[in-house]
């Protein structure tokens, strides 16, 4: 998987689990070039996103729904990935 696929279905998925006003995805994945651990064909992500529901629960309970919805990917194509909620 490249990395413009993983953002579309990564957008797809929140969109469809999460009410989400905006959302930015950028590709981060520089930043682990030379990190021990970081394989190929993984990806870091910054997940930037406005959403009035999750700026309602608590920053664990808003990152575990973002886990949640994105499992498949985190254990597949995601090496890490930053949230940022507004």
Not at 12 to 30: A, G, M, T
Request: charged share 35%.
């Amino acid at each position: 998987m490249d990395i413009n696929e993983l953002i579309a279905i990564v957008k797809k998925k929140l969109h469809n689990q999460i009410n989400i006003e905006s959302i930015n995805i950028e590709d981060k994945s520089f930043l682990h070039k030379n990190h021990k651990g970081n394989e190929e064909g993984k990806f870091h992500l910054k997940i930037t996103l406005k959403s009035i529901d999750l700026k309602q629960m608590s920053k664990i309970e808003s990152t575990k729904k973002i886990y949640k919805t994105l499992d498949k990917e985190l254990k597949e194509f995601i090496h890490s990935i930053q949230i940022l909620i507004t």
